[in-house]
């Protein structure tokens, strides 16, 4: 028994269609996700690594937390 590290990269993703612009994901994970004027997400293209657990995270809290279910986590190959 032990902890689980896990290794490789993910990205979070919005499903445009399904967003209707609450905003609450930039309020949850604000290191991926930036708001544009009207109030839907930007979020980075970049891959973000797994062992970084903050991020991580307030990525899983952003997905969870969508009232539409717009956002999911991917994982990223190396």
Do not use: K
Not at 25 to 50: H, K, N, Q, R, S
Request: glycine content about 8%; overall charge neutral; proline content about 8%.
């Amino acid at each position: 028994m032990g902890v689980r590290r896990r290794s490789g990269s993910f990205i979070l993703q919005v499903n445009p269609i399904l967003c209707d612009g609450f905003g609450h994901c930039g309020e949850l994970a604000p290191e991926l996700v930036t708001m544009d004027e009207w109030g839907y997400p930007i979020i980075t293209a970049e891959p973000t690594p797994y062992n970084d657990a903050r991020v991580h995270e307030s990525a899983r809290y952003a997905e969870r937390g969508c009232p539409r279910q717009a956002l999911r986590i991917r994982r990223v190959s190396d």
